[in-house]
């Protein structure tokens, strides 16, 4: 096996996976990331069984249990009288029938599992991209205080506003979903009364425009509640703001007094848009190509953005240990393994219906990443 120089654009979930999975089977990685630093910022990642199980493949099973929460259920109720119309046993249930079970870790320990695993001198914090040039032999990462960085293969996993995306493809225009998102986390002291409090829930709203959706976060002291409102504009893609609790309370006066009971909980909330993209036909050029929300941003209704880029980062390290040191045929089998699910799971979380009325989850849930066929389309529901 060629060892390969890998330069990872983005020290994100997605990135950092990639480079684990990548010096496991001994290549030379380093992550470029703009940020100086990582802090406790953001909230949650919901692991869902498929991404679980990936990073169990990594030896980090054990630091995600150690902070994560475990679902008991993924419960569907009804915004009016409460009532159930779907419910999916988790947490056991699911590390039997799928090999590992769902977790709830703040993206800060997640972020921290995963830097702690990688080769000392990997990451490499303050180091924003401006671009990638490639030839025949090699490509090269450019960085914005004018660094070139030589690799064999660049991996653009620099999320929703890709500067590698961009250079490989050109500037797109994402659509404003006319929704807005709402984000807090709540001490799970604050909703004595409240019930399903271990289990994934979501409030199915009379429109499509209001869900309420709740997970057990940090070993289950903390609650992550997530909403959504109609809205009819909205600026740049990923703007995060503090929000109006009172406006997100107006919009659900007609919900379930429970439903009602989480949000009036809430001390501080944090609102951002939900964009749409349609899917790539393509992902990947010569020796450059792209994970995650660089290739396949989602909005998050079938809580998968993070399991998908963990997903392809392992698909990828694979496919390039196979390869044989053919980097662009490595690539395009790497593209080929992971398009048709993410495709299915993109449009998926569009409809936003997953599970409403219960259904088959083993299509997603049920995905290995360190066993599927490489080159062949995974199936899909």
């Not at 829930?201 to 409102?229: D, H, Y």
Request: with cysteine; net charge negative; proline share 5%.
């Amino acid at each position: 096996m060629a060892k390969l120089r890998i330069a990872v654009a983005g020290g994100g979930v997605g990135g950092m996976t990639a480079a684990l999975a990548l010096q496991a089977k001994g290549h030379e990685v380093a992550i470029y990331e703009k940020a100086g630093a990582f802090g406790r910022i953001g909230a949650d990642v919901n692991l869902t069984p498929n991404a679980v199980h990936a990073l169990d493949g990594l030896g980090l099973g054990d630091a995600l249990r150690a902070t994560g929460a475990r679902s008991e259920f993924r419960i569907s109720r009804m915004w009016d009288d409460g009532r159930e119309t779907s419910r999916l046993p988790m947490s056991a249930a699911a590390e039997e029938k799928y090999g590992a079970p769902q977790l709830a870790i703040h993206r800060a320990d997640l972020l921290g599992a995963l830097q702690e695993a990688l080769a000392p001198g990997t990451m490499h914090f303050g180091a924003g991209v401006a671009g990638v040039e490639q030839g025949a032999e090699g490509a090269v990462l450019i960085l914005e205080d004018g660094t070139r960085v030589e690799a064999d293969v660049v991996i653009g996993a620099d999320g929703i506003h890709s500067v590698i995306r961009t250079a490989l493809f050109g500037p797109d225009a994402p659509k404003f979903s006319g929704l807005v998102s709402w984000r807090a986390v709540v001490p799970r002291a604050a909703l004595e009364g409240v019930s399903n409090l271990d289990s994934f829930t979501k409030w199915w709203g009379p429109e499509a425009t209001r869900q309420i959706v709740t997970f057990p976060l940090t070993r289950g002291e903390e609650i992550f509640v997530f909403a959504t409102t109609g809205q009819d504009g909205w600026g740049e893609e990923g703007w995060t703001l503090p929000g109006d609790i009172e406006e997100l309370r107006a919009a659900y006066a007609d919900f379930h007094p429970e439903a009602r009971a989480l949000l009036a909980a809430c001390g501080e909330v944090m609102q951002s848009a939900l964009h749409i993209r349609e899917p790539m036909p393509q992902w990947s050029r010569a020796r450059v190509t792209l994970l995650g929300d660089a290739a396949h941003p989602m909005v998050p209704f079938m809580a998968q953005g993070a399991c998908m880029a963990i997903e392809d980062a392992i698909v990828l390290a694979r496919a390039l240990d196979a390869g044989a040191g053919d980097v662009p045929a490595a690539l395009t089998a790497y593209e080929d393994s992971r398009r048709d699910r993410t495709a299915a799971i993109q449009r998926g979380s569009l409809a936003n219906d997953w599970m409403k009325q219960g259904g088959n989850a083993d299509w997603v849930y049920g995905y290995h990443a360190w066993t599927a066929p490489l080159g062949d389309p995974a199936p899909a529901a």
